[in-house]
């Protein structure tokens, strides 16, 4: 799977995909995720991003060859689309049927509430994996050893409000994730 991705992903993006990979072996215990499901999401949650640079009728076509309907905010980002066609090229061209594994994918760049320990893992691991350099990815590490939701609370809030500073759209599963996360920490204590 390594070897057919990396003939895919330019080399920037293929340095990150190694870098999630060794950031979710190295979280799956603290996530209580099987290590071997961690590392196969892990290597294919960007697996379509090379798909979504493509536009119009070309991008259509692929969206309709691999069954991936888009919604009116997936339409305007682009960003998006590359999560939910990346569970589906794991699915179709990578032979992946495991559903927590193809679900941590589709929910890579949005969140939802009530993630499951894969999804949250990967969302974290994207975030903190070695190349990552900002300030953000730094808190979000020292948190993850602390809380891992708390890290959820603040990486989610991080992504939010770059989107905010890009001035594009807000995808409600991002809210979805957070508002459930801080009703849960409120609920416990
Ligand atoms: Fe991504
Ligand atoms: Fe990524």
Redesign the pocket.
């Known amino acids: 799977m390594l070897e057919k991705l990396k003939k895919t992903q330019k080399e920037r993006r293929f340095k990150h995909t190694l870098g999630v990979i060794s950031e979710a072996e190295r979280l799956a215990p603290l996530f209580g995720v099987d290590t071997e499901k961690a590392r196969i999401a892990a290597l294919l949650?960007?697996c379509a991003?090379n798909l979504d640079e493509k536009s119009g009728e070309e991008f259509n076509q692929i969206c309709v060859k691999y069954g991936v309907k888009l919604d009116e905010l997936a339409k305007s980002e682009h960003?998006l689309v590359?999560?939910y066609l990346?569970a589906a090229v794991a699915w179709k061209d990578y032979g992946i049927n495991d559903h927590e594994i193809l679900e941590a994918i589709y929910y890579?760049?949005t969140a939802r509430a009530n993630m499951t320990p894969l999804e949250k893992l990967i969302y974290i691991a994207?975030m903190t994996e070695p190349n990552r350099t900002l300030e953000q990815s730094k808190e979000i590490r020292r948190l993850v050893e602390i809380d891992i939701n708390e890290a959820l609370i603040y990486a989610i809030g991080c992504s939010i409000k770059h989107v905010i500073k890009k001035g594009t759209l807000i995808h409600p599963d991002s809210i979805h994730a957070l508002n459930y996360l801080i009703e849960e920490r409120r609920d416990c204590r």
């Open positions: 949650h960007d991003k960003a590359h999560a990346g890579h760049t994207d």
